[in-house]
Nanobody, 112 residues
Framework: QVQLVESGGGLVQAGGSLRLSCAASGRTFSGYVMNWFRQAPGKEREFVAR????????YYADSVKGRFAISRDNAKNTVYLQMNSLKPEDTAVYYC?????WGQGTQVTVSS
């Protein structure tokens, strides 16, 4: 069974940075596309970023393009989300997703 565990969330001022991590276990990590999603209070969960199994291809939501960067370390079974120039509207619970599996989420709060 696949397990995904996010970490790295917290409280940061607008303009600051955070780096989220998602550690995977349970099956071969390197063979799968990995995604980050987020869900703000009262809103639907939305796509943030995606990375191919090799790390050679990435894709971002328009709202985070140029500010966020997704990466992965297949040797460590971990995917990362570097978030820079954070805005209050980035406040949400951030989830990683692999195929049909979700992590429990990590809270990111950006104060103005």
């Amino acid at each position: 069974q696949v397990q995904l565990v996010e970490s790295g969330g917290g409280l940061v001022q607008a303009g600051g940075s955070l780096r989220l991590s998602c550690a995977a276990s349970g099956r071969t990590f390197s063979g799968y596309v990995m995604n980050w999603f987020r869900q703000a209070p009262g809103k639907e969960r939305e796509f943030v970023a995606r990375i191919s199994w090799s790390g050679g291809s990435t894709y971002y939501a328009d709202s985070v393009k140029g500010r966020f960067a997704i990466s992965r370390d297949n040797a460590k079974n971990t995917v990362y989300l570097q978030m820079n120039s954070l805005k209050p509207e980035d406040t949400a619970v951030y989830y990683c997703k692999e195929a049909n599996y979700w992590g429990q989420g990590t809270q990111v709060t950006v104060s103005s």
